[in-house]
């Protein structure tokens, strides 16, 4: 776990990472907005060698140029993202190599292993005229041995697109999840799950295990730092699920399936 929704995946011999965010602040600006409060779980400098990039969308606190700018120079990934997401990142990063496509489009990339784009509850923009001009998504990484799925931003809805996924794709063996960013419900229930919540989706999923991103790292919405992790145990007790299926995952956390 690097934080909020950065997830360093190392699976089939590829290194894969979702939605990097190394910088300071999720915002256009490097002055004002939503600050680090923890540390990247992974120094910059120490990462493997990056394959390949998931943009689930355009938000800052997912889409953080800056950091992909990093990564191009240094890496040369791969970058996978939802239709007009590719318009921010082929505009900011210099020579980027992107694969975009529409919800259920799978794309190839490397040793065996495909990312489908999922949907999910949620929406996008990147200034004050370009609200849901850009898709967003989720990812379900088929490998040879697993499956992993990376819901992305959501919110529960009626739960038909997660019990959709399961019929369509299976349940997966590891399922990110996310678990925070949530009060107050009136306004943020549309587009992001609180933990009870997260606990249905990993329920109508079928997942073997999940681990709980999207908490922790930026104070973006009104819950304490620590309540998603909180509320996440008292939701798994209250369904009779037993704590280690579901962790909230945190900035330097490892989780080793095998």
Do not use: C
């Not at 850009?134 to 040879?144: D, M, Q, R």
């Not at 009060?183 to 109508?204: G, K, L």
């Amino acid at each position: 776990m690097i934080g909020h929704a950065s997830v360093l995946i190392q699976v089939a011999g590829l290194n894969i990472l979702t939605d990097p965010v190394w910088s300071n602040r999720a915002s256009p600006f490097s002055f004002v907005g939503p600050k680090r409060v923890t540390a990247p779980g992974i120094d910059f400098e120490k990462l493997p060698p990056i394959d390949v990039v998931l943009v689930s969308h355009n938000h800052y606190d997912h889409l953080d140029v800056a950091t992909l700018k990093r990564l191009q120079a240094r890496h040369s990934p791969q970058m996978v993202m939802p239709l007009g997401t590719n318009v921010t990142v082929g505009r900011a990063v210099r020579g980027a190599k992107i694969m975009t496509g529409d919800w259920h489009d799978q794309f190839e990339i490397g040793n065996g292993v495909s990312v489908v784009l999922t949907p999910a509850n949620h929406w996008s923009a990147r200034g004050l005229g370009d609200r849901r001009m850009a898709l967003w998504s989720g990812f379900w990484i088929k490998t040879p041995r697993e499956s992993i799925w990376f819901a992305g931003d959501t919110g529960y809805g009626d739960g038909a697109i997660f019990q959709s996924l399961r019929a369509r794709y299976g349940a997966p063996d590891i399922a990110l999840i996310p678990i925070g960013a949530y009060e107050p419900r009136w306004f943020m229930a549309p587009q992001h799950v609180a933990p009870e919540e997260s606990v249905q989706i990993f329920n109508d999923i079928g997942a073997g295990q999940a681990l709980g991103f999207h908490w922790g790292t930026f104070q973006l919405t009104d819950e304490p730092r620590d309540e998603p992790s909180e509320l996440l145990a008292q939701s798994l007790e209250a369904a009779g699920i037993p704590q280690h299926r579901f962790w909230a995952f945190g900035p330097g956390e490892v989780y080793l399936p095998f």
